[in-house]
């Protein structure tokens, strides 16, 4: 059997056509770069093995025929590096959409997370800000509450001193006793004090004035030695005394009062700061 140039032109052009078809299905289905090498090597047998049996047919000197499978090698060559070309293109856009995938990823999470962190910064803001009007209007309640209580004891102790009959010079005497007996006890021990001595202003076995109490013989030490005249009562001394002047009694219907458990055989009444008080 013998081939003519034109049989041979389509053997080859078809071998072409089926090889560059096979590869172009490879890369369609993602049969990967690892078989494009295997037909390469196909396709090249395949012309190797046309070429041979057209160089064995053609003996009458045909020159043409060398020119013809040159030019077929060198368009397989060229169809096979535009598809590898092309598949490094498609490999390059992959990676690009990876990476702009990735990076949209990235900025949508930091977005997020920007957007949390200005809604928390936002609570706390909102919270402070309640917080502040809260402890404003606490702070507003407290000091209306503390000046109508001030208001309240001093009517209190103004209707208290007007019925007693209490003199300022009287007062002032009784807040500088009990600051000079103890002006650090605490605000019950210095209420008990100028309880003492308005008990015995009321009992008919002592003075019935302020000073006569504090001043008879024997008694109050501090009257004395010095220490009342130069007392100086702090403000809690003053409403200590307010207090016990207004009615507010922290040791009964005591006497006397003393550091200790007792107190020359007196009846122990209570203990108001640091004095115990007696009957």
Not at 81 to 88: G, V, W
Not at 254 to 261: I, K, M, S
């Amino acid at each position: 059997m013998f081939y003519t140039k034109k049989n041979e032109l389509n053997i080859i052009f078809a071998a072409a056509i089926a090889v560059v078809a096979a590869f172009a299905l490879m890369i369609l289905f993602g049969a990967g770069r690892v078989y494009a090498d295997e037909l390469d090597e196909a396709s090249e047998e395949a012309v190797q093995a046309e070429v041979v049996n057209t160089e064995v047919v053609n003996t009458d000197g045909d020159s043409d025929n060398d020119g013809m499978s040159d030019a077929v090698e060198a368009e397989i060559e060229e169809t096979m590096k535009a598809a590898e070309r092309a598949q490094a293109e498609a490999d390059a856009e992959v990676e690009r959409q990876k990476k702009a995938a990735e990076d949209a990823r990235i900025q949508a999470e930091q977005e997020v997370l920007e957007k949390k962190q200005a809604i928390e910064e936002e609570n706390k803001r909102i919270e402070a800000e309640r917080k502040a009007k809260e402890e404003e209007l606490a702070r507003q309640k407290a000091e209306e509450e503390a000046r109508k209580a001030a208001e309240e004891a001093q009517r209190k102790f103004e209707e208290s001193l007007s019925a007693s009959g209490m003199s300022d010079a009287d007062f002032n005497a009784l807040c500088k006793m009990v600051q000079a007996e103890d002006g650090h006890d605490s605000i019950e021990g210095r209420i008990g004090i100028a309880n003492v001595i308005l008990n015995r202003v009321r009992n008919p076995r002592f003075p019935n004035s302020i000073m006569g109490v504090i001043s008879a013989p024997g008694q109050f030490g501090p009257f004395h030695n010095g220490a009342f005249a130069a007392a100086v009562p702090s403000a809690s001394t003053v409403e200590a005394v307010k207090k016990a002047v207004s009615g507010v009694n922290t040791v009964g219907g005591a006497l006397y009062f003393h550091r200790g458990g007792s107190f020359n055989g007196k009846t122990y009444v209570a203990t108001a700061g640091v004095h115990s008080f007696f009957a």
